[in-house]
């Protein structure tokens, strides 16, 4: 399975991004969905993730509040909707997923499959 992250690039601190998680030859409806980014020196943070099944959802307090995750079945495709950006939300965002198997997990090491990453980068 192939997990693929778009949607990255420069916008300006208080600006909005949005950024797409799709899979190649596979269906996500039955895959807890999180983002990770990760900036330069810094170690890989958790900051969103969704459940397959009834849309549960976890959010970092760092994005808590700017953040929203959200899944489109029909598109096969979870989003993370990126509000009030600030410089510090700079980094390599990656998507990842794991076979539901009914627990929302946070932790990366819970993921077995990644995407490849996309830039974003917050400055004016």
């Known amino acids: 399975v192939q997990l693929q992250a778009s949607g990255g690039g420069l916008v300006q601190p208080g600006g909005s991004l949005r950024l797409a998680c799709t899979a190649s030859?596979?269906?996500?409806?039955?895959?807890?969905i999180g983002w990770f980014r990760q900036a330069p020196g810094k170690e890989r943070e958790g900051i969103s993730c969704?459940?397959?099944?009834?849309?549960?959802?976890y959010y970092a307090d760092s994005v808590k509040g700017r953040f929203t995750i959200s899944r489109h079945f029909a598109e096969n495709t979870v989003y993370l909707q990126m509000n009030s950006v600030k410089p510090e939300d700079t980094a390599v965002y990656y998507c990842?997923?794991?076979?539901?198997?009914?627990?929302?997990?946070?932790?990366?090491?819970?993921?077995?499959?990644w995407g490849q990453g996309t830039q974003v980068t917050v400055s004016s």
């Open positions: 969704i459940s397959p099944s009834d849309g549960s959802t």
């Open positions: 030859s596979s269906t996500l409806d039955y895959w807890a």
């Open positions: 990842a997923g794991y076979v539901w198997h009914g627990f929302l997990e946070r932790s990366a090491a819970e993921y077995d499959y």
